[in-house]
């Protein structure tokens, strides 16, 4: 395995800048997530790893070694795409070994690390067939399994998942989960769903218009987002953005209603505008706040209720933003009525509405 480094990595295609500047160390055997909306440089960013786009400015250091002007092949990493990018008139064996036959790896030692490889992914029972006959679950573990006969030493994920329906994906997303705490691989992952961010990564790589919001942990991202970018992008269902006046430690929204802040502000100052950050299970009804530092009830105006079985989440309306609790599963409240709710004191997260930035 490797470890990788862009320093200032940039591309521009003529005159039109889409990556700037992007400064990023992953370290041997860790898991990479780039996520962020589409047109926001992920895919561009993999690609110029992969050496199939050109570096504009910056550099690329695989295992040490400057790779800017390094041939695709010369890279040594597999990629994993997501149409699959199957042989239709080859084998599932056939399809697996492909890259080890281009490298006339010799027949006994090819078959054996087939075999290898579809025992790893359960596609032992399939190695004769083609992929018209597997599922697009099974198609993409062939895929798979064909990058990671290939032994390289970096492993590249093209949203391989968005192909998928909803049970497969979750399928296939713990699979090569499991697949990565056995074999330890590099790998870096692009995706727009920020739930296989969340779920995969030892690290995210949150992009916006081309730059880094922010690089942590799934944790980190989701409990101190830097920016109102990333509080909104990670998370679902999203974080509630509500504007309020502060004063001291108290908030006050646009119907009147206040919040208190578990902390006063470090920096003492006259009132201003903020946008507070409230997660959905930091707003909830009487049965779940516990004994944590509530604030007193918050009347919202509930519009509807989306039962989950083990959640309900109340959406309603609270100082001019629409917003969504998540409650006990037995909460039923009738259109037009008013909820009482109790938001988390100690986990308000407060941004300028400026800037977008955490205070």
Not at 45 to 61: F, N, Q, S
Not at 225 to 238: D, E, H, R, Y
């Amino acid at each position: 395995m490797v470890d990788v480094s862009l320093r200032g990595l940039s591309k521009s295609f003529g005159s039109h800048p889409v990556v700037h500047g992007v400064d990023l160390d992953i370290q041997d055997g860790e898991f990479v997530v780039l996520v962020g909306p589409s047109g926001c440089g992920k895919s561009t960013i993999l690609r110029m790893v992969a050496g199939l786009e050109d570096i504009t400015a910056g550099e690329l250091i695989l295992g040490g070694i400057m790779a800017n002007d390094l041939s695709p092949k010369d890279r040594n990493l597999a990629m994993v795409f997501q149409d699959y990018a199957l042989y239709p008139n080859m084998t599932v064996a056939s399809n697996i070994g492909f890259g080890l036959k281009m490298n006339k790896v010799p027949a006994e030692a090819r078959e054996r690390r087939i075999r290898e490889i579809a025992q790893l992914l359960q596609l032992s029972d399939y190695l004769e067939r083609k992929p018209r006959a597997l599922s697009g679950g099974q198609r993409q573990r062939v895929a798979m399994g064909r990058a990671l006969a290939r032994s390289a030493q970096l492993f590249l994920f093209d949203e391989p998942l968005s192909n998928l329906d909803a049970q497969l994906r979750t399928e296939v997303r713990t699979q090569i989960k499991i697949l990565h705490q056995k074999l330890g691989m590099t790998s870096i992952f692009v995706t727009h769903d920020q739930t296989e961010a969340m779920t995969l990564a030892d690290k995210i790589v949150c992009l916006h218009g081309g730059k880094i919001a922010q690089t942590g942990t799934p944790e980190e991202l989701y409990n101190e987002p830097k920016n109102l970018f990333v509080a909104s992008f990670i998370g679902s269902p999203q974080i509630n953005i509500i504007e309020a006046e502060l004063d001291g430690d108290i908030l006050t929204l646009s119907d009147g209603q206040t919040l208190s802040l578990a902390q006063k502000p470090i920096a003492k100052s006259s009132k201003r505008r903020v946008l507070v950050g409230i997660r959905p299970e930091d707003i909830t009804d009487e049965s779940r706040i516990g004994t944590i530092n509530k604030s007193k009830g918050l009347r919202v105006d509930y519009l509807i209720s989306e039962t989950l079985g083990s959640d309900t989440f109340i959406i309603g309306q609270l100082g001019g933003a629409r917003v969504t609790a998540r409650c006990a599963p037995t909460v039923r409240h009738m259109p037009g009525s008013t909820v009482l709710l109790h938001a988390n004191a100690e986990r308000l997260h407060l941004f300028d509405p400026e800037t977008g930035r955490r205070m």
